[in-house]
């Protein structure tokens, strides 16, 4: 079965990029016609998307976030990617990856914002 | 952006009770809407996609109803490990949105 792990820095400072990789295992990121997602949840609080990505390498951002997301895809490495720039404490989060609307789930990383 | 909104937003019943979730969008997704459950410090883990339809491995306890802009996740006699937070998530429309959750508790 497909699995999704997340990975990269735990902390990050204010102003700079997250960057985050997310590594499928279990069968070919390109197999089938699926999208890959990313998605955020703040402590405590609910999940929203960031954004997906097509083994095509087509994109779709969250309105909210598309001025600071970049989701890219490499299928040689089984990969797929978001940075998020310009971060500020509110970007503070546990980070999953997904394969398309959540099935299944990465187990997710948290990101801290802070100097 | 289509907001979804879930109500109760915390339900206390007892194992072996019926547990009954609402979710409800501000237009309709018609189908297009998903259930989801989380358990502290776990990633989501997908129950029910389009309304009605069970994920692979979820036990038939489980079940989805509605379309349009009502939807309804009913759990028919609830186990001790189905206390959890549940998300509904619509995908008729980007960006795909949740809902703010209900917790089941005990």
């Known amino acids: 079965q497909v699995q999704l792990q997340e990975s990269g820095p735990g902390l990050v400072k204010p102003s700079q990029t997250l960057s985050l990789t997310c590594t499928v295992s279990?069968?070919?990121?390109?197999?089938?016609?699926?999208?890959w997602s990313w998605f955020r949840q703040p402590a405590g609080k609910g999940l929203e998307l960031i954004g997906r990505?097509?083994?095509?390498?087509?994109?779709n951002y969250n309105p909210s976030l598309k001025s600071r997301v970049t989701i890219s895809v490499d299928t040689s490495k089984n990969q797929f990617a978001l940075k998020l720039s310009s971060v500020t404490a509110a970007d503070t989060a546990v980070y999953y990856c997904a394969r398309e609307i959540g099935d299944p789930w990465g187990q997710g990383t948290l990101v801290t914002v802070s100097s | 952006e289509i907001v979804l909104t879930q109500s109760p937003a915390t339900l206390s019943l007892s194992p072996g009770e019926r547990a009954t979730l609402s979710c409800r969008a501000s237009?309709?997704?018609?189908?297009?809407l998903a259930w989801y459950q989380q358990k502290p410090g776990q990633a989501p883990r997908l129950l029910i996609s389009?309304?009605?339809d069970r994920a692979t491995g979820i036990p038939a306890r489980f079940s989805g109803s509605g379309s349009g802009t009502d939807f309804t996740l009913t759990i028919s006699s609830l186990e001790p490990e189905d206390f959890a937070v549940y998300y509904c998530?619509?995908?008729?429309?980007?960006?795909?949105?949740f809902g703010q959750g209900t917790k089941v508790e005990i």
């Open positions: 998530q619509q995908r008729s429309s980007w960006p795909l949105t």
């Open positions: 237009q309709s997704v018609s189908s297009y």
């Open positions: 279990g069968d070919s990121i390109s197999s089938g016609s699926y999208y």
């Open positions: 389009d309304a009605s």
């Open positions: 990505v097509y083994t095509s390498g087509r994109t």
